[in-house]
Nanobody, 124 residues
Framework: QVQLVESGGGLVQAGGSLRLSCVASGRTFSTYTMGWFRRAPGKEREWVAAITGSRGNTYYADSVRGRFTISRDNAKSTVYLQMNSLKPEDTAVYYC?????????????????WGQGTQVTVSS
């Protein structure tokens, strides 16, 4: 089993940057597709980005492509989300999640492990 703990959230001004980290426990981290999701107040959960386990292929939602970068360090069992050019509409609780499959990168139903979330607030 994989357990996930996020960190790195905080308050930042519009145009600023933050880097989120998600540390996983368990010996099979490298085989999981890892994803980041977010939930803004009053809105549905939204998929943000994903990275596959074996090849490290990356995928992004249109709303963050070109501003956010997902990466992973399998030796450290950690996945990162570098967020640049942040906008007030990026304000949300960000969750990392683990998907044991190599497909369905944007399908929340296929992610079977979730972290507790970290708050990101972008002020205008």
């Amino acid at each position: 089993q994989v357990q996930l703990v996020e960190s790195g959230g905080g308050l930042v001004q519009a145009g600023g940057s933050l880097r989120l980290s998600c540390v996983a426990s368990g010996r099979t981290f490298s085989t999981y597709t890892m994803g980041w999701f977010r939930r803004a107040p009053g809105k549905e959960r939204e998929w943000v980005a994903a990275i596959t386990g074996s090849r490290g292929n990356t995928y992004y939602a249109d709303s963050v492509r070109g501003r956010f970068t997902i990466s992973r360090d399998n030796a450290k069992s950690t996945v990162y989300l570098q967020m640049n050019s942040l906008k007030p509409e990026d304000t949300a609780v960000y969750y990392c999640a683990a998907n044991p499959l190599s497909f369905g990168t944007n399908d929340a139903k296929l992610y079977d492990r979730w972290g507790q979330g970290t708050q990101v607030t972008v002020s205008s």
